[in-house]
């Protein structure tokens, strides 16, 4: 898995949305999501929903994996590895106390992604690596407002990764527009936003675009 640096050759950094943690209105939503996806380049969507139950969940993938694949935006899912595969998600996304990552390969096959939280620790993520994760993320790299962190790693982690390991970093937490080109040059290849889209004053197809302006420079 070692191999030379690979910062310089690597791909640019690309985008990967989050939905909120609760949608009020699903069809509402589902109309803020194609507008964003068609204001620029998003590789992939998930959708994490806290806390919702199964049926809720069932919904939302319905009703938004449609909208994100006529866009070619992989769809991932939040922490359930069954639930992504009952409702032909793409892939899953796991935390540390969520399914194994064997358990979720088990579920999901051979062709599914799967990502695995790391925080800011470098040997959870080498093992994950090692045991066949398409993805890692760490983070928070900044202060969040989406979700309770506690784990705040410096953006050198991201280089350090990007040197040593070919498996692709996901950087995630209080990511913004501001902050998104530091991210990408420390070595992210995705940067995982939620609020940062989401919330945005100017509105979500106009930070779609900010981010992808700001992942090229």
């Not at 070692?2 to 640019?12: H, L, N, V, W």
């Not at 969940?57 to 938004?64: G, K, P």
């Not at 540390?96 to 051979?110: F, K, T």
């Not at 410096?154 to 913004?176: H, K, M, N, S, Y």
Request: include cysteine; hydrophobic fraction near 45%; proline fraction near 6%.
């Amino acid at each position: 898995m070692a191999r030379e640096p690979r910062i310089s050759d690597r791909p640019p950094c690309r985008l990967y949305l989050i939905t909120p943690p609760a949608i009020a209105d699903l069809q509402a939503f589902a109309g803020r999501l194609e507008t964003a996806l068609a204001a620029g380049d998003v590789a992939a969507l998930q959708i994490r929903l806290k806390p919702a139950d199964d049926d809720t969940i069932r919904r939302a993938v319905a009703v938004l994996a449609p909208v994100a694949r006529r866009r070619g935006v992989a769809v991932i899912l939040n922490d359930r590895p069954d639930l992504a595969r009952e409702t032909g998600c793409d892939g899953v996304h796991i935390g540390q106390g969520d399914a194994s990552l064997a358990d979720a390969r088990r579920i999901m096959g051979p062709d599914a992604m799967i990502g695995v939280t790391c925080h800011d620790d470098r040997d959870l993520a080498w093992d994950a690596a090692e045991a066949g994760a398409d993805y890692v993320a760490f983070g928070a790299f900044f202060p969040t407002d989406t979700k309770v962190t506690t784990h705040r790693p410096p953006l050198d982690l991201l280089t350090e990764w990007q040197e040593t390991v070919e498996v692709p970093c996901v950087a995630i937490g209080g990511i913004t527009v501001e902050t998104a080109a530091e991210t990408a040059r420390a070595g992210a290849d995705f940067v995982a936003v939620s609020a940062g889209v989401w919330s945005y004053g100017e509105g979500e197809a106009a930070a779609v675009k900010a981010f992808n302006l700001a992942l090229k420079t």
